[in-house]
C-alpha cells in the first residue's frame, strides 16, 4: 500500500474525533499529502461552504514553502482552526511547509503523540543564496507576525538542517503560540490615543497577510472628535455618550454611497447598530459612526473574557475578541456600563 504522504495533498470532510476539541467528535476537513503549488487552489474548492470555526486536521510531511504559506493565508482568510489528525494510512505528522500552513488556524491545537517540525527551507533545483535566504526569511517573519506567532519559531527552523527535523515539544509550541490552546487567539480591546490626545477603544480582527479588513472602535461624545475621525450628524442633546465606529478596508464607492445594516450578535443575542451619518472616505476605505444602545455596551461587559461577538452586515461577517473590554470601556468613559448613557 502506497502511503498517502507520497501523493499531493488531498482534502475530505468526514466526522472525526480527535482529542482536544470541543465537542471531540465533529466534522472536520482532512487534509493529508505533500503540498504542492496547486494545493491552495484545491483547498479553496475543498472548503466552499464550511462554516467559520471548522477544523482543519493537517497530516503532512510538508512540500513547496509557497504553497504552505498561501494554504495557511487561506485557512485564516476563511476563519478556520487547526489541528494535526492522522489515517490509516497517514501518521499524525505536520512537517516542514505544513508547519507554516498549520499557523494559519485561527485556534491551533497540537494532539498528543503528533508531531510538529521545521528545518531549513531549500530550493528545489538549485541552492538558494544568501541574499534570496535573507528575503524568504523575512517574508515568513513577517507571515507569523501576521499569524500571532511568536517570529523566534524561525530559529527553531533555520538552526536545523534542510534534511532533518526539529520537533517542538508541547511546551515549546505553547511558548511560541503555535499552539494557543486554552487562550483567546482574537485579539483584546486596547486604548489609544489620538494626535490631538483623545482616547479610541479600538479591536481587529486577527490579521491576514496584506489585509487589515475592519476595525470596530469606540469614541466618546458629544466632546469634538479627533480630527481623523468623522464627525457623527447626531443631536448633541441626544442621550449618547458613546458610539461605535466601523472601519472597511475596500475601494467600493458605490457599496458605500448608501448607510448599511450591522448588527452585533452578542452570546447568541442580536443587537441593532444605527447608522449615524454618511460613509467618510478615508485612507484605504471607508468608516462610519453607528449608535447602540445601553443594552449592548452592557451585554459586551458581561460576556466572557474568552469569547467573541460577530458584527454582521450585508458588507462581510465579522468575528471579534471580547477581552479586556470591560476595563477598556471603564478607562473609555469613567464608568461601568450599567451607569453609563443615563
Same mark, same amino acid.
Given at each position: 500500500?502506497?502511503?498517502?504522504?507520497?501523493?499531493?495533498?488531498?482534502?475530505?470532510?468526514?466526522?472525526?474525533?480527535?482529542?482536544?476539541?470541543? %465537542?471531540?467528535?465533529?466534522?472536520?476537513?482532512?487534509? /493529508?499529502?505533500?503540498?504542492?503549488? #496547486?494545493?491552495?487552489?484545491?483547498?479553496?474548492?475543498?472548503?466552499?461552504?464550511?462554516?467559520?470555526?471548522?477544523?482543519? @486536521?493537517?497530516?503532512? %510531511?510538508?512540500?513547496?514553502?509557497?504553497?504552505?504559506?498561501?494554504?495557511?493565508?487561506?485557512?485564516?482568510?476563511?476563519?478556520?482552526?487547526? !489541528?494535526?489528525?492522522?489515517?490509516?494510512?497517514?501518521?499524525?505528522?505536520?512537517?516542514?511547509?505544513?508547519?507554516?500552513?498549520?499557523?494559519?488556524?485561527?485556534?491551533?491545537?497540537?494532539?498528543?503523540?503528533?508531531?510538529?517540525?521545521?528545518?531549513?527551507?531549500?530550493?528545489?533545483?538549485?541552492?538558494?543564496?544568501?541574499?534570496?535566504?535573507?528575503?524568504?526569511?523575512?517574508?515568513?517573519?513577517?507571515?507569523? #507576525?501576521?499569524?500571532?506567532? #511568536?517570529?523566534?519559531?524561525?530559529?527553531?527552523?533555520? /538552526?536545523?538542517?534542510?534534511?532533518?527535523?526539529?520537533?517542538?515539544?508541547?511546551?515549546?509550541?505553547?511558548?511560541?503560540?503555535?499552539?494557543?490552546?486554552?487562550?483567546?487567539?482574537?485579539?483584546?480591546?486596547?486604548?489609544?490615543?489620538?494626535?490631538?490626545?483623545?482616547?479610541?477603544?479600538?479591536?481587529?480582527?486577527?490579521?491576514?497577510?496584506?489585509?487589515?479588513?475592519?476595525?470596530? @472602535?469606540?469614541?466618546?461624545?458629544?466632546?469634538?472628535?479627533?480630527?481623523?475621525?468623522?464627525?457623527?450628524?447626531?443631536?448633541?442633546?441626544?442621550?449618547?455618550? !458613546?458610539?461605535?465606529?466601523?472601519?472597511?478596508?475596500?475601494?467600493? @464607492? !458605490?457599496?458605500?454611497?448608501?448607510?448599511?445594516?450591522?448588527?452585533?450578535?452578542?452570546?447568541?443575542?442580536?443587537?441593532?447598530?444605527?447608522?449615524?451619518?454618511?460613509?467618510?472616505?478615508?485612507?484605504?476605505?471607508?468608516?462610519?459612526?453607528?449608535?447602540?444602545?445601553?443594552?449592548?455596551?452592557?451585554?459586551?461587559?458581561?460576556?466572557?473574557?474568552?469569547?467573541?461577538?460577530?458584527?454582521?452586515?450585508?458588507?462581510?461577517?465579522?468575528?471579534?475578541?471580547?477581552?479586556?473590554?470591560?476595563?477598556?470601556?471603564?478607562?473609555?468613559?469613567?464608568?461601568?456600563?450599567?451607569?453609563?448613557?443615563?
Amino acid at each position: 500500500m502506497v502511503s498517502s504522504l507520497s501523493q499531493a495533498m488531498t482534502f475530505e470532510t468526514q466526522d472525526k474525533c480527535i482529542q482536544g476539541l470541543t %465537542p471531540q467528535c465533529q466534522k472536520v476537513l482532512l487534509a /493529508v499529502g505533500q503540498i504542492d503549488k #496547486d494545493t491552495p487552489a484545491q483547498f479553496s474548492a475543498a472548503a466552499r461552504g464550511l462554516q467559520q470555526g471548522t477544523w482543519v @486536521a493537517l497530516s503532512s %510531511p510538508g512540500g513547496s514553502l509557497v504553497g504552505g504559506l498561501k494554504l495557511g493565508l487561506l485557512i485564516r482568510e476563511m476563519g478556520f482552526n487547526t !489541528t494535526i489528525s492522522s489515517t490509516d494510512y497517514s501518521p499524525p505528522n505536520c512537517i516542514s511547509a505544513c508547519a507554516y500552513a498549520f499557523v494559519g488556524g485561527i485556534s491551533r491545537h497540537i494532539t498528543e503523540g503528533s508531531k510538529y517540525g521545521l528545518h531549513q527551507f531549500k530550493g528545489t533545483e538549485k541552492a538558494i543564496g544568501d541574499s534570496e535566504s535573507q528575503k524568504i526569511s523575512a517574508t515568513i517573519a513577517n507571515y507569523l #507576525d501576521q499569524m500571532g506567532v #511568536d517570529r523566534h519559531l524561525l530559529d527553531y527552523a533555520q /538552526v536545523t538542517a534542510s534534511d532533518k527535523v526539529n520537533v517542538l515539544s508541547l511546551a515549546q509550541a505553547k511558548l511560541l503560540k503555535v499552539d494557543n490552546t486554552g487562550q483567546s487567539p482574537y485579539p483584546r480591546w486596547r486604548l489609544e490615543a489620538t494626535a490631538d490626545g483623545k482616547l479610541i477603544a479600538i479591536n481587529n480582527p486577527p490579521n491576514v497577510s496584506g489585509k487589515a479588513p475592519s476595525t470596530l @472602535a469606540l469614541v466618546q461624545l458629544p466632546k469634538p472628535l479627533p480630527t481623523n475621525i468623522a464627525a457623527p450628524n447626531i443631536d448633541k442633546k441626544a442621550d449618547v455618550k !458613546t458610539v461605535f465606529l466601523i472601519f472597511y478596508k475596500s475601494d467600493d @464607492a !458605490t457599496l458605500f454611497s448608501q448607510k448599511i445594516e450591522h448588527q452585533l450578535l452578542i452570546q447568541q443575542k442580536t443587537y441593532t447598530l444605527k447608522q449615524a451619518e454618511e460613509w467618510q472616505r478615508k485612507p484605504n476605505g471607508y468608516q462610519a459612526s453607528f449608535i447602540g444602545g445601553n443594552d449592548v455596551f452592557e451585554a459586551l461587559s458581561q460576556a466572557p473574557e474568552e469569547s467573541t461577538i460577530n458584527l454582521n452586515s450585508p458588507v462581510r461577517n465579522i468575528r471579534f475578541g471580547v477581552g479586556g473590554f470591560k476595563n477598556i470601556y471603564l478607562a473609555l468613559t469613567g464608568t461601568d456600563s450599567k451607569k453609563s448613557e443615563k
